[in-house]
């Protein structure tokens, strides 16, 4: 398999500050993980700076301009989470403008899918309001313009925090499917499994929230569900924001994957994804080690091979919810 891999030096001068989880080095470990993959051809490309006009797509341009404000005046804190510095506004640029370069690349044959290493992550990002160390929402950029060209997108997010701004900016959209599963109760608050979308869009957005606890055992069942529905839906493009954090050695959140999990995942996306047409964008996740090997499971997985390791034990709550969003989603989907 040939995979691009999109990073940039610049994604490594945007700090949020000393001690903060959302650090430069988590990209040495990603890309570690990018090219541990035996038998894996790694076309490696530098993230190119997006117009700042393109994010307007998806930001209001009053937001988008505070943002370029903030950082030429210095920089400072967005949210009790989230700051910029400088150096900020080039790195937001180029995690914007690495997923359009990546879809062209595709298009051209260039790989048969794509791993983006960025910083900024983006899935919490809103239309006007940077939110859990998000300023762009890099995967949302990508999917308006894939949507303004005719084409249908499936979104899944697996990242251990609900993507709440993905959601809400394509919550009205019947061409987009949004699916993520999650930690719940957790930051941000939302992605219950009763949003379902609005109006002609109900059914587009799937939440499955897991409590505490939840192993990878319910995450490899939830696939089967995953797969049904994007077999249903008919994606053109699968784009999926891959954060690492429901590892269990993550120190943000509560659940308990393991590496092999993320193979999984990845070989089921993989598998119902149309040839040549499957990004991944960096989130979360906050454990070095866990992100290397994690991240490297995923390329394997999407190779189409298994990642050797058996999954840990859900507690009984986290097969129920599974049970109870399969009922929310039986009068939308067959299932
Ligand atoms: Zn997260």
Request: hydrophobic share 45%; aromatic share 8%; proline share 7%.
């Amino acid at each position: 398999m040939k995979l691009l891999h999109s990073t940039h030096p610049q994604f490594t001068l945007h700090t949020n500050g000393a001690g903060h989880p959302e650090r430069p080095d988590r990209l040495t470990a990603v890309t570690a993980g990018v090219r541990a993959v035996p038998k894996i051809e790694v076309v490696e490309v530098e993230a190119p700076l997006l117009d700042p006009a393109v994010l307007e797509n998806v930001h209001t341009p009053a937001y988008v301009r505070a943002i370029e404000d903030l950082c030429a005046s210095g920089g400072g804190r967005l949210d009790p989470d989230t700051s910029a510095v400088p150096e900020s506004w080039e790195a937001a640029l180029r995690a914007a403008g690495a997923g359009l370069d990546a879809s062209s690349r595709l298009r051209a044959k260039e790989a048969s899918a794509a791993f983006l290493s960025v910083r900024p992550p983006g899935h919490h990002a809103l239309a006007s309001q940077a939110m859990g160390f998000c300023l762009f929402n890099n995967i949302a950029v990508t999917a308006a313009t894939l949507l303004a060209e005719g084409e249908r997108v499936a979104i899944v997010d697996w990242d251990v925090h609900h993507g709440n701004g993905t959601q809400a900016m394509f919550y009205d959209r019947p061409e987009l499917l949004y699916l993520s599963l999650h930690q719940f109760p957790a930051y941000p608050g939302t992605g219950w499994l009763d949003e379902l979308g609005e109006g002609e869009s109900r059914g587009t957005n799937v939440n499955l929230p897991f409590p505490p606890g939840t192993a990878g055992d319910v995450y490899r069942a939830a696939m089967d569900l995953i797969v049904s529905i994007l077999s249903q839906f008919k994606a053109d493009w699968v784009l999926v924001s891959a954060g690492y954090d429901a590892h269990s050695a993550d120190p943000l959140a509560d659940l308990h994957l393991v590496e092999s999990d993320y193979g999984e995942m990845a070989l089921a996306v993989a598998a119902t994804a149309p040839a040549g047409r499957l990004i991944y964008y960096l989130e979360g996740g906050y454990d070095l080690a866990a992100l290397e090997g994690s991240v490297a499971a995923t390329i394997l997985g999407t190779s189409g091979m298994p990642t050797p390791g058996d999954p840990h034990s859900s507690p009984d709550v986290a097969w129920l919810i599974l049970e109870q969003v399969s009922q929310a989603l039986a009068s939308e989907f067959e299932l």
